[in-house]
């Protein structure tokens, strides 16, 4: 079955790093054409891309928050793996993972969403 | 950045009903524009993709239309189940961008 799910902590204090993982089923990170990226909704909010990694490991980030993240993957273990430093209440969202399929000349949307993983900041 | 503007921001509407919701570019985007619906608790699920290609299995009442920077989905005859929240998203340049969203209520 395809899927991706997201796991890490609950609750993070400010200043603190933060740590997402993405398990993916059903598909190779290695060697399918596939992409992941995380995206952040706050709570009543709209959703927010942070960042995304290509199947040939090249990586784009939200300007807005580069040099907060660093986005990585275990093609082994097919894990997709978040860092974000400095969290702060702002960041209080639900993460998620997304799929994008990599078509030659053809970009293409978020096709296969993990669940989403609850991520609250507070001291 | 691609800014999208989203409009309306809520809706309300009744089952049977015929809704659209508009949104708007701060570029051209060469029709790479997805539309995704989503409900409370749950991951968006995307709808329409390329501003008016139907996503495998999405009912034939949603459709997606495109003029310059204006993106519009139209949803005919509204069922119980189409009330939630749509959002559109650009993906021709990174970063890729989101609406503020349209939540579609019942009325």
């Known amino acids: 079955q395809v899927s991706l799910k997201e796991s890490g902590p609950v609750l993070a204090k400010p200043t603190e790093t933060l740590t997402l993982t993405c398990d993916v089923s059903g598909f190779s990170l290695k060697n399918d054409r596939m992409g992941v990226s995380w995206i952040r909704q706050p709570p009543g909010k709209a959703p927010e891309w942070l960042a995304h990694?290509?199947?040939?490991?090249?990586?784009s980030y939200n300007p807005s928050l580069k040099n907060r993240l660093t986005i990585s993957k275990d093609t082994s273990k097919s894990q997709v793996v978040l860092t974000m430093t400095n969290m702060d209440p702002l960041d209080t969202a639900t993460y998620f993972c997304?799929?994008?399929?990599?078509?030659?000349?053809?970009?293409?949307?978020?096709?296969?969403w993990g669940q989403g993983t609850m991520v609250s900041v507070s001291s | 950045d691609i800014q999208m503007t989203q409009s309306p921001s809520t809706l309300s509407a009744s089952v049977g009903d015929r809704v659209t919701i508009t949104c708007r570019a701060t570029q051209h985007l060469s029709s790479w524009l997805a539309w995704y619906q989503q409900k409370p608790g749950k991951a968006p699920k995307v709808l329409i993709y390329k501003a008016s290609t139907l996503v495998d299995g999405v009912p034939s009442r949603f459709s997606g239309s495109e003029s310059g920077t204006e993106f519009t989905l139209t949803i005919t005859s509204l069922q119980p189940d189409d009330f939630a929240t749509y959002y559109c998203?650009?993906?021709?340049?990174?970063?890729?961008?989101f609406g503020q969203g349209t939540r579609l209520e019942i009325k």
């Open positions: 990694i290509f199947s040939n490991d090249k990586k």
């Open positions: 998203q650009q993906y021709n340049s990174y970063p890729m961008t």
């Open positions: 997304a799929r994008i399929r990599e078509v030659r000349w053809s970009p293409m949307p978020f096709d296969l």
